[in-house]
C-alpha cells in the first residue's frame, strides 16, 4: 500500500505479481537442470552425497572451512575415530 494514499495501485501490484512468477518458472527450471546434472554425474559412477558436500566446502569462506574441519578432527578423535 500507497503510504502517501492508503490505496493499493493495482498496476504495481500487478507487475511485482508477474516478475515474482517469471521469476519462480526460472527458478523451477533450473533447479530441474541441476537435478539432472546430478544424475548424470550418478550414472557415470560419482557419488551425489559427496559432490553436493563438495559443492557446500567451495561455497564456503577459506576460513570456515578450516574452523570446521578442525572441528571434525577433534570430534572424531574425541569418539576414538582417528584416520
Known amino acids: 500500500m500507497s503510504k502517501q494514499s492508503g490505496e493499493v495501485s493495482s498496476e504495481r501490484l500487478k507487475s511485482f505479481i508477474l516478475r515474482i512468477e517469471k521469476l519462480e518458472e526460472s527458478k523451477a527450471a533450473v533447479a530441474e537442470d541441476i537435478k539432472d546434472v546430478y544424475g548424470e554425474a550418478k550414472s557415470t559412477g560419482f557419488d551425489i552425497k559427496i559432490i553436493r558436500r563438495v559443492i ?15 572441528l571434525l578432527d577433534l570430534y572424531k578423535s574425541a569418539l576414538g575415530m582417528e584416520d
Open 56 to 70: 557446500s566446502l567451495r561455497k564456503m569462506d577459506l576460513e570456515k572451512r578450516r574452523e570446521e574441519e578442525e
